[in-house]
């Protein structure tokens, strides 16, 4: 068993397992801030992952990372807004992010290299990024986790590495919440996705020209991502029991099958060449029961997971990180605020999921008006009533309704505790 590797440090600030958005996030803000952070990740960048499409409220970590002018460079399509066709009279209606905050447009991308990207950029500020790097195991001495041993692809044996704290950010993975937490799923979230990619699409025309489209159907619905000038990635999600019970079609029959029945999407369609097989994954949502333990804690997909239908992952992953980078930094100098300070994020992180996961759950109700999911927007994040029911939907949709909790907690109150001097007999 060898500790070092590559003249690397035997003992790091913070050990993050995982180099995907909420990993290299954290730890590329961590390293900012001059601590001195390890990553492990398990494939070799850039890789392929689904989930291109990207909603405004990841744009704040991108700008804390220094990263908003170099996306802008590799010539990511600028997403503005959706298009939907979704509600009772499948009569498409549109929404535009100008409408819910400061950033008025997000991206498409291809995620191998929007995630190589903020992977690279961890490794500029500062942070040790090895890759293929498969975790085994935590350390633990006297119950708190203080390291993890971790193998390397191709080579015999395995190594060690120490840190005051271990960041869990390896998505449904889940290596540290595996062991140390319990799960709950979301039942009424119980679906599949199948998609694939297409050129020489259609657009959509005017000012929706790169929205997201969303279409959906009696048992189901699509997106249709329009990546680049040339490629649009496409993908039908369905409940488990539709795609399973007493259905003698395989996933991509169905997909076949259901695009058939689109509107929308079969106009987009009508002289496109699919460009790539099909791929297919489970989308279950679900939360881990605990967020944090003694010496760890869970960022991004790790922590909870929800329906991709608002395209939500990316930019939940990348602020928590945003948030856990601030709070960690915290802890290292006062490590006595631990529990209390990594409550509190575990609080406000939460509080955005269910959010947005009570949202989806009921939007999924195609039975409903535009004007029913405005007024639900508004019931979950604001009812006081301060915006118009239309800028809640765009805020709620723009994950910018939860960026006030995750971007502003304080820890003021537990520093001063734990740095005021003891008085000699109390």
Same mark, same amino acid.
Not at 258 to 274: C, E, F, I, V
Not at 377 to 392: F, G, L, M, R, Y
């Given at each position: 068993m060898s500790s070092t590797l590559y003249g690397f440090p035997d003992d790091f600030d913070v050990i993050v397992i995982g180099g995907g958005p909420a990993g290299a996030t954290t730890a590329g803000l961590l390293a900012q801030r001059g601590r001195r952070v390890l990553v492990l990740d398990r494939e &070799?960048?850039?890789?392929?992952?689904?989930?291109?499409?990207?909603?405004?409220?990841?744009?704040?970590?991108?700008?804390?990372?220094?990263? @908003?002018?170099?996306?802008?460079?590799?010539?990511?399509? &600028?997403?503005?807004?959706?298009? @939907?066709?979704?509600?009772?009279?499948?009569?498409?209606?549109n929404f535009s992010f100008n409408k819910g905050g400061s950033y008025e447009y997000s991206y498409h991308t291809r995620r191998a290299d929007l995630d190589a990207m903020i992977l690279d950029r961890a490794r500029?500020?500062?942070?040790?990024?090895?890759?293929?790097?498969?975790?085994?195991?935590? /350390?633990?001495?006297?119950?708190?986790?203080?390291?993890?041993?971790?193998? @390397?692809?191709?080579?015999?044996?395995?190594?060690?590495?120490?840190?005051?704290?271990? /960041?869990?950010?390896s998505g449904q993975a889940r290596v540290l919440g595996r062991k140390f937490s319990d799960i709950s799923w979301h039942d009424q979230l119980r679906n599949v996705a199948v998609w694939t990619y297409f050129d020489n699409c259609h657009r959509l025309p005017g000012d929706e020209w790169s929205n997201i489209l969303i279409e959906g159907l009696q048992?189901?619905?699509?997106?249709?991502?329009?990546?680049?000038?040339?490629?649009t990635s496409v993908g039908y999600v369905t409940r488990s029991e539709t795609a399973a019970g007493g259905n003698d079609k395989s996933l991509e029959e169905l997909f076949v099958a259901?695009?058939?029945?689109?509107?929308?999407?079969?106009?987009?369609?009508?002289?496109?060449?699919?460009t790539a097989g099909f791929r297919t994954a489970r989308d279950w949502s679900y939360t881990n029961e605990r967020f944090y333990g003694n010496g760890w804690v869970l960022v991004g997909d790790a922590a909870a997971f929800v329906d991709p239908l608002f395209?939500?992952?990316?930019?939940?992953?990348?602020?928590?990180?945003?948030?856990?980078?601030?709070?960690?930094?915290?802890?290292?100098?006062?490590?006595?605020?631990?529990?209390?300070?990594?409550?509190?994020?575990?609080?406000?992180y939460r509080e955005f999921f269910d959010d947005i996961r009570k949202f989806v759950e009921q939007f999924y109700d195609r039975s409903k008006t535009k004007g029913f999911y405005?007024? @639900?927007?508004?019931? /979950?994040?604001?009812?006081?009533?301060?915006?118009?029911?239309?800028?809640?939907?765009?805020?709620l949709i723009s994950g910018l309704s939860g960026r006030h909790a995750l971007f502003n907690l304080n820890f003021d109150d537990l520093i001063a505790d734990a740095t005021r001097p003891s008085i000699a007999g109390n």
């Open positions: &070799r960048f850039p890789r392929y992952h689904v989930g291109e499409s990207l909603i405004p409220a990841f744009m704040k970590p991108m700008e804390e990372l220094g990263l @908003l002018d170099r996306m802008e460079q590799m010539g990511f399509e &600028r997403k503005y807004g959706g298009t @939907l066709v979704w509600g009772n009279n499948q009569v498409p209606w500029e500020l500062g942070a040790f990024v090895v890759e293929e790097a498969t975790v085994k195991e935590p /350390i633990e001495e006297d119950g708190r986790v203080v390291g993890i041993r971790y193998a @390397l692809r191709g080579l015999e044996g395995t190594h060690e590495a120490r840190a005051s704290l271990v /960041i869990d950010a048992d189901g619905w699509f997106w249709a991502i329009p990546i680049d000038k040339s490629v259901q695009q058939a029945r689109t509107t929308k999407l079969k106009g987009l369609l009508s002289d496109a060449h699919q395209s939500t992952g990316v930019a939940l992953a990348t602020m928590a990180g945003s948030a856990l980078s601030k709070i960690v930094d915290k802890i290292i100098e006062y490590p006595e605020i631990e529990e209390k300070a990594l409550d509190r994020y575990a609080t406000a405005f007024t @639900l927007a508004q019931e /979950i994040t604001d009812p006081e009533k301060e915006n118009e029911a239309s800028v809640d939907f765009v805020k």
